[in-house]
């Protein structure tokens, strides 16, 4: 499982990742990626036939609150952080249409 | 010679306990104002070489201390921390100022509301003199991932304070504040308070609310303290630990304060010492200090029992599938419309490249380095092999130490294999992981571990401190916290 990584395991891993990435970064990020995998690879020497997967250090159970109705935080605050704003909406780019990537 | 140097950090340092200065400014024999004053001046004249503040609050902490030493004058009490003066990494969020994370995505954010710990803090009297630097969102282990500037380390700034609460190590070790606050995914508070020789705790998971932390791997993150003592840390952590309505993954499990406590020395204690952090790859002078720390231990009474805990080295595997993999989908939410760093589009651009071009732009090479390495172990075809493994990996670990803990009641080892290194000296990022070997296996476990100053090495002439580290059973902080104050004592004479 430790095989190299290629450029197009790379160039897939960033578009799922939502990261863009230019052609002169790729060889580096290879190269780094595949070094950590291979040292990660030691896992799969260890022996866990039959061990139960433990996503979270507590035994957690739903914990349910009080369904009381409180007040939220205002839209004026929120949109404070905004990067683009039209009215009381976040602007973002064109989704439908001509040249739209949806 | 690029060092403060040890005796004036040491110079500033009160003799007094932070108990003591508090219960000084409740009683009115000190002024909450006069102390900041002074802090501020330190951090006025030095921080500039250190740079462990993002930002300080100059204005906002006078103001704090005057209402402070107003309510003392009005007969009021103003709570148990009164007057102790208290910076925050900045990945904790506050009205007061910036929240950055040492993020270009967040380097104009401005929360709208207060972590719990905050609320906490405020409420007992403790004052906030500013935002502390970090790794780039908590990832890395010397702060020279922050798109800020690195920070530098007190007693040789040639060196890293360790990371990735660097800036909060290195403000408390240079006499910047009486305490801070950091977080821990894996040795985030422990390594770097053992590279700048402050104490640094992390506490069971669960303790203390992780409301307004913001996450990274969030079955591993847990907020704690950085101070001069043990029973400093103590009093901090007594005012933050506790079960919040916000953050559903709190501990029921109550707490008594442990502050009074920790003086108190345990007569039957059972110190565990892994063969495994016996390692030849500790630095001589790391190993040197464990051993003489054990010497100390036994002339205290306690007794010390070799145990074993073979899946130490896997550790790093572990911590590197499973903590990329929580971070790659926490930072999924940086996506340039709701609030952080978006890129400007060019003609054509859709909403994919809106995310894609605002995340390449706003995050630096390591935390990019760690989405893409989570998004792999996560993917399709490869979430067996990777992420799954980790997390039976994680339960053997787990059950390995639930094992040594009917042997032992702590387990003591160094905190860090290397002592403050170089600036650039662990360039390859393999290199700066595998530094993460004593202190990722805590969070994957859940269980709580300290690191305090067990003595120093001699790096050409420059004095370096040595960090030690214990670890308890989950929710053993008493036992912890007293255990560590008495090595505490024993390695400083």
């Not at chain 1, 580096?28 to 997967?53: W, Y």
């Not at chain 2, 954010?109 to 403790?126: C, N, Q, W």
């Not at chain 2, 706003?362 to 380095?369: A, D, I, L, S, T």
Request: proline share 5%; with cysteine.
């Amino acid at each position: 499982m430790s095989e190299a990584l290629s450029d197009a395991d790379i160039r897939h891993v960033a578009k799922l990742s939502r990261l863009r990435v230019e052609d002169s970064q790729v060889s580096a990020m290879r190269t780094q990626l595949t070094s950590i995998l291979g040292h990660i690879s030691k896992l799969q020497a260890l022996p866990t036939e039959g061990v139960e997967p433990m996503a979270h250090p507590m035994r957690i159970v739903n914990r349910l609150g009080e369904d009381e109705p409180k007040p939220c935080m205002p839209v004026e605050e929120f949109l404070k952080n905004a990067p683009a704003v039209v009215d009381r909406f976040l602007a973002v780019p064109k989704v439908l249409g001509e040249g739209g990537g949806a | 010679m690029n060092a403060i140097n040890a005796s004036s950090v040491a110079s500033i340092r009160s003799p007094k306990s932070l108990a003591e200065i508090c219960a000084d400014v409740r009683a009115g024999r000190s002024s909450a104002r006069v102390r900041v004053d002074a802090f501020l001046a330190e951090i006025a004249a030095r921080d500039g070489e250190i740079h462990a503040f993002n930002e300080v609050h100059a204005d906002a902490a006078r103001a704090a201390a005057d209402a402070i030493d107003a309510t003392v004058k009005a007969g009021r009490d103003p709570g148990t921390l009164a007057g102790a003066v208290i910076a925050i990494k900045d990945n904790i969020v506050m009205r007061e100022g910036h929240t950055t994370c040492s993020s270009k995505m967040l380097a104009n954010y401005r929360s709208p509301f207060d972590a719990t710990v905050i609320e906490r803090l405020r409420a007992a009297g403790a004052i906030f003199i500013g935002k502390t630097n970090l790794d780039e969102f908590a990832m890395g282990s010397s702060t020279e991932n922050s798109a800020f500037g690195a920070t530098r380390n007190p007693w040789d700034t040639s060196r890293v304070p360790g990371g990735s609460s660097g800036g909060s190590a290195a403000a408390v070790a240079a006499g910047f504040c009486d305490a801070s606050l950091g977080s821990d995914t894996g040795g985030s508070i422990r390594q770097p308070a053992a590279l700048c020789g402050c104490v640094g705790f992390k506490p069971t998971y669960g303790r203390v609310s992780r409301y307004g932390l913001v996450a990274f791997g969030s079955s591993l993150d847990q907020i704690g303290p950085f101070a001069h003592s043990v029973a400093d840390a103590a009093l901090v952590y007594d005012t933050i630990v506790g079960r919040d309505a916000l953050d559903s993954t709190t501990a029921d499990s109550p707490s008594t304060p442990l502050a009074a406590k920790v003086a108190e020395p345990l007569t039957k204690l059972r110190i565990g010492v892994p063969r495994e952090y016996r390692s030849d790859a500790n630095a001589p002078a790391v190993a040197a200090v464990l051993e003489k720390a054990i010497v100390a231990a036994k002339a205290l009474g306690a007794e010390i029992v070799d145990i074993d805990l073979p899946l130490t080295d896997i550790g790093i595997s572990t911590y590197y599938v499973i903590a990329p993999a929580e971070a790659s989908s926490n930072l999924a939410r940086y996506d340039g419309i709701r609030y952080g760093h978006r890129a400007s589009l060019a003609p054509g651009d859709d909403l994919e490249d809106l995310y894609s071009k605002s995340r390449a732009e706003g995050f630096g090479p390591e935390v990019q380095r760690r989405i893409m390495l989570g998004t792999y172990v996560l993917s399709s075809g490869y979430y067996d092999a990777y992420y799954k493994r980790a997390l039976q990996a994680r339960r053997l670990i787990k059950e390995e130490f639930d094992r040594a803990f009917t042997q032992c009641d702590v387990v003591l080892g160094p905190t860090s294999p290397v002592v403050a290194f170089p600036f650039g000296g662990k360039k390859d990022p393999l290199s700066m992981y595998l530094c993460d070997v004593y202190t990722v296996n805590t969070n994957i476990a859940g269980i709580p571990g300290i690191s305090f100053n067990g003595g120093y090495a001699d790096e050409l002439g420059t004095k370096l401190p040595v960090g030690l580290q214990l670890q308890a059973p989950a929710f053993a902080e008493e036992t912890l916290l007293r255990a560590a104050a008495m090595l505490e004592r024993a390695c400083a004479d």
